[in-house]
């Protein structure tokens, strides 16, 4: 430090509790440095406004750096998101890190410490993606003025201090089913994703609320939860098929749950659309690659990831948000797995 930083030295050494070297060594990253004794420091540090020459230099001459968590990993999802961020962030001068973390592992990251290390390293904010996230991890970061944005939320999100993106899930969930109604299939199962993934439970309102309105009684043996992923979708569909009367149409909460439909479905001899109607639910590109081409509803993925990104970079600057949550259109788009009901299987 600069004789002209002398004063801050000791000002924050006094705040802190400890020596001025010891508030020297925490500004110049030495990491022999307790912990907590560093924490108190940086505490003392942000209360007098002070950076270090490495944190200005970062913050006015480098591009901004914005982390992206995935946590569910659906890898067509996560890429079409990915994508998205991606493209807006070459065109506003941003660099992405990109980490992935499951649900176990987030819960257990000290998050005090991780927004800590973003706050030294310069990051503008931070990104979410299928992920549950707590209050004390979006307090953490916002005390550090690190702006957090979630995309599809595993968890309701804490009040305050965050932005969510999400699609109109509840009624992409109820085109979806409305769509396998209009071919004549009553006997119309949904398999979803986390239990308490906001998502999947909009998805799954929809659903219900579709049937209601056809004066269809819901069946809980028709109602499956479990993760996004092919593994769900296998065993819930062996599950509905063993039924003694089993669907003649499923609503898959994901493309990837879809997947293991049509697994199960070629392992039992059963032809889709001809025996079994599916639509899955995200119109990833997995759509199109699958035999028969999946009907699916489509979420803006790419647009939802621009919107994030948008997000962060406007909470960063201090900006007021139109909305705390960002909600973007859903499409059913029909492809070649439905067809309508010639007879009821038995």
């Known amino acids: 430090m600069t004789s002209r930083s002398t004063p801050v030295l000791a000002t924050v050494a006094e705040l802190a509790g400890v020596s001025a070297p010891t508030v020297s060594k925490v500004i110049n990253g030495r990491d022999d440095v307790a912990e907590a004794t560093r924490m108190r420091v940086q505490a003392a540090l942000d209360q007098v406004g002070y950076r270090s020459p490495s944190q ?3 913050r006015s001459t480098g591009p901004a750096m914005v982390d992206l968590v995935i946590g569910v990993h659906d890898g067509a999802y996560s890429m079409e998101v ?10 506003v001068d941003v660099d992405v890190v990109v980490s992935s973390h499951t649900p176990n592992k987030l819960s257990r990251v000290d ?27 979006v307090r953490a970061f916002s005390q550090r003025g690190i702006a ?18 999400g699609a109109t899930n509840w ?31 909009a998805r799954l309102h929809g659903y219900l609320a579709a049937l209601m309105s056809r004066g269809i009684a819901s069946r809980a043996d028709y109602v499956f939860d479990g993760g ?29 749950i879809a997947l293991g439909v049509l697994e199960v479905a070629r392992e039992r001899g059963l032809r889709v659309p001809d025996d079994l109607s599916l639509v899955g639910f995200d119109s990833t590109p997995l759509a199109e690659q699958t035999l028969p081409r999946l009907t699916s509803v489509a979420q803006p993925l790419q647009e939802m990831g621009r919107a994030a990104l948008r997000g962060v970079l406007r909470l960063a600057r201090g900006e007021q948000l139109d909305s705390a949550h ?5 499409e059913l788009v029909v492809r070649d797995s439905t ?4 007879s009821t299987r038995s």
């Open 56 to 58: 200005r230099r970062i």
């Open 82 to 91: 990915l994508r998205g961020i991606l493209d807006y962030a070459v065109t």
């Open 111 to 137: 998050h005090e410490e991780w927004a800590q290390r973003m706050k030294e390293s310069g990051r503008t904010g931070i990104i979410f993606v299928t992920s549950q996230v707590s209050s004390d991890q």
């Open 148 to 165: 957090v944005v979630v995309i599809d939320p595993l968890n309701p999100p804490p009040p305050g201090g965050y932005a969510s993106v």
């Open 171 to 201: 009624a992409g969930g109820k085109a979806a089913t409305e769509h396998l109604l209009s071919l004549g299939h009553e006997r119309v199962a949904f398999l979803g994703g986390p239990v308490a993934a906001e998502c999947s439970i």
């Open 228 to 256: 996004f992923n092919r593994e769900t979708g296998v065993a819930a569909t062996r599950a509905v098929l063993d039924l003694a009367e089993p669907p003649t149409a499923i609503f898959a909460a994901s493309d990837t």
């Open 326 to 330: 960002t909600e973007l259109a859903t």
């Open 339 to 342: 067809a309508r009901l010639i």
